[in-house]
């Protein structure tokens, strides 16, 4: 399978804290996790919470998509629309000046036609050209049929080029530029060494090791490739706490959950609160 993660590595770190098992001493609730084993010794109450586990990710950073701008089309067809633009006006302007000179050959009568006249000419035929694919539309003056013909098929032209553009454009420009650290565990499944990294991150860096959920959550920025694995219902408070904090929102769950998980509460072995807790 392709590796998902653009070239980037991650670092996951795994919240597990480990609490010494003294269920016989301690009368009140413990946070355990539920086994056969631990049924002789222990009281296991009803489940009050079903989640998944997810990964807790930086929100990538945004900024202008100027690509966008160009990506709706490849090059050969903004190569291809650069040299009908000048075509278009390389055959309007020579077709004024053919059916001018046309006309004057045959009435016999010579216009005060100098080189003003043909730089206005020209201008009002650039405008006209890129009025349309701006859709701002232009100025037709000359009556005559061919120039008009020509003109015509370059309105419909740009009118279907700028259709597809901007219904095409919409998709990139919602397109974000960075794309999630990853969307699923089998992105880090993809990434191969994932475990053999961790182990040494773990044996090497002092900080991989988190205590608590806020301890773990710290590291998780934009700049940096760690994420964190939790149950989705933690990580949501995470995600509002830390808004709440900064007024921005700067972390996010990945797009995929993964592993059914429970909740339960673990009390000594025939413990006076087990059936008011199980009756709720």
């Known amino acids: 399978m392709p590796n998902t993660l653009h070239g980037k590595h991650i670092r996951v770190i795994w919240l597990r804290i480990i609490l010494p098992f ?18 002789s010794v222990v009281d296991f109450t009803l489940p009050w919470i079903y989640d998944h586990f997810a990964f807790l990710i930086p929100v990538p950073d945004e900024s202008a998509n ?48 100098n080189l003003t006249t043909a730089k206005e000419e020209t201008r009002e035929q650039y405008l006209y050209v890129f009025g349309n694919l701006l859709s701002q539309g232009g100025s037709c003056k000359s009556k005559r049929l ?10 419909l032209a740009a009118f279907v080029f700028v259709q597809a553009y901007t219904s095409t454009l919409f998709t990139y420009v919602v397109t974000p530029i960075n794309h999630p650290l990853i969307d699923s565990v089998y992105d880090t499944n993809n990434y191969m060494g994932l475990f053999r990294n961790l182990r040494k ?28 694995l939790e149950a989705n219902i933690y990580l949501k408070d995470a995600i509002r ?22 909740s339960t509460l673990v009390l000594q072995k025939n413990s006076p609160y087990t059936q008011s807790i199980q009756q709720g």
């Open 146 to 155: 061919p120039y008009r013909l020509v003109a015509g098929v370059w309105t």
């Open 241 to 262: 706490k830390n808004l709440k904090k900064t007024g921005k929102c700067n972390l996010q769950i990945a797009k995929e959950e993964f592993i059914a998980i429970m």
């Open 66 to 113: 100027i690509n966008a701008v160009v990506k709706p089309f490849q090059w050969p067809v903004w190569l291809g629309l650069g040299i009908s633009i000048v075509c278009v006006i390389a055959i309007l302007n020579l077709t004024q000046r053919y059916l001018q000179y046309r006309s004057t050959f045959e009435t016999s009568f010579r216009p005060s036609y």
């Open 22 to 39: 003294t269920a016989i001493r301690f009368a009140g609730p413990r946070y355990e996790r539920a086994s056969f084993q631990y049924n």
């Open 201 to 228: 991150k773990i044996d090497s860096f002092p900080n991989s090791r988190c205590a608590t959920a806020s301890d773990c959550i710290r590291p998780i920025k934009p700049e940096s490739k760690i994420v964190l």
